[in-house]
């Protein structure tokens, strides 16, 4: 029996808030950085989008067994579709030769699941209508912001039609068991549970560039030994694609170990290359996963508590969600019916404002996660990015009771 290689990807970019200030509060409404924001945008298109995305179609084109999957959250389409147009017709390419599979997500990167089940629910749908547009194709596999998971999520995710559902394989939850299998959910029996092999993905995300790493330097034929001495059904390497070019540099040798692997792993003619889609129809469940408490891909503890680990954090998270119920009281009213334009934008900025990197910017974990943390994080400490946050949240309550 064949034994599958599934690459998935993770592909976001936040809006990013300007410096706003309490003074700032009832006079602007001019929430978000777009300079910040096409800057940024242009910078990783450039190092990582554009270059990994042409180097990916021409492994597609070259290796007719190869495929890859990416969740591309819409906050990040959004803003390729206004700054870098060309990314999107970048993907658009590889998803027309029919070996590359896109996964549903939420729209705005939220942490919604925690906090109201009603928006959680139009942010997918959201998302795929928005996927559906650009790409002409409908997710049937769910991957929720940062692999956030519990058997909650699993039975609402099959009640919503998804035939799987991708996590992390956190040692905590799998005890003796492996990720290289496919499980279901104790929830949802007819969901299939993709885990991610954090060890096989962290040495090419994270360790790969690294010099005092024991295995360094990583190449091609010595992955594939790794690999081929795995044993399970599928080996589900999940990653950020700013991976390739912006965490690793180009002169780290990132993208020529990237050109040689699929070539390298097809030697093995008992390994082959499938979507998480794939994987979901064609691998039958080993045994039911009972997951309580969420889990995340996230730092070493693979919880939450890169989003939710402070106070600043939970306040703030607690009160954008506080404000819902008076967001959808104020759509209703005859008054924004009539001016749809413009209480639209508000329903769009309170959208913006629930996406997890802005909580993420508030995390005080600065061990041995920190440097994570840091990663295009505009501001100083995570108490500016708390007071920046507040300051904008407070004004869109402004904008609520006029």
């Not at 997918?124 to 409908?138: A, N, P, Q, S, Y």
């Not at 969901?191 to 790969?208: G, H, Q, T």
Request: with cysteine.
């Amino acid at each position: 029996m064949q034994k599958a290689v599934c690459f998935y990807f993770q592909v976001h970019q936040p809006f990013r808030l300007r410096p706003y200030s309490v003074f700032d509060v009832g006079k602007r409404h001019d929430y978000f950085d777009a300079q910040k924001n096409a800057d940024i945008a242009r910078k990783v298109a450039n190092k990582c989008y554009l270059p990994t995305n042409a180097l990916m179609l021409k492994l597609l084109k070259k290796h007719p067994e190869f495929k890859i999957a990416y969740s591309i959250s819409g906050v990040a389409l959004e803003q390729f579709e206004e700054y870098v147009p060309e990314v999107i017709t970048s993907f658009q390419d590889l998803v027309a030769t029919g070996r590359v599979e896109l996964l549903a997500e939420t729209f705005y990167h939220s942490l919604a699941f925690l906090y109201s089940r009603e928006e959680f629910l139009k942010q997918i749908d959201e998302h795929k209508r928005k996927v559906k547009k650009l790409f002409g194709v409908v997710p049937r596999v769910f991957r929720n912001t940062e692999l956030i998971y519990n058997n909650e999520l699993a039975k609402l995710i099959q009640e919503q039609g998804y035939i799987g559902i991708v996590t992390e394989g956190a040692d905590h939850i799998l005890g003796w068991r492996s990720p290289n299998f496919v499980y279901s959910p104790k929830t949802a029996p007819q969901l299939k549970l993709l885990l991610k092999n954090y060890k096989l993905s962290d040495d090419i995300a994270f360790r790969f560039s690294n010099k005092v790493w024991n295995e360094y330097p990583l190449t091609a034929p010595k992955y594939r030994q790794w690999i081929d001495e795995v044993q399970g059904q599928t080996i589900n390497l999940f990653m950020d694609y700013e991976t390739f070019g912006e965490h690793q540099w180009e002169d780290s040798g990132i993208f020529n170990f990237l050109e040689h692997l699929p070539g390298e792993l097809l030697k093995n003619p008992d390994i082959a290359f499938k979507t998480p889609t794939e994987v979901a129809t064609e691998c039958k469940p080993v045994s039911e996963l009972d997951i309580h408490h969420l889990i995340s891909w996230a730092d070493m503890e693979r919880d939450l508590s890169a989003w939710l680990g402070n106070k600043m954090q939970q306040s703030a998270l607690k009160e954008v969600y506080l404000i819902e119920e008076k967001i959808r009281a104020k759509l209703r009213t005859p008054v924004a019916m009539k001016h749809k334009a413009k209480y639209d934008h508000l329903l769009k900025d309170w959208r913006k404002l629930q996406t997890s990197d802005h909580f993420y910017y508030m995390c005080t974990k600065w061990f041995s996660d920190g440097d994570v943390h840091k990663y295009f994080n505009p501001y100083d400490s995570p108490y500016e990015a708390f007071i920046t946050y507040m300051n904008v949240l407070n004004d869109l309550i402004v904008r609520l009771e006029q």
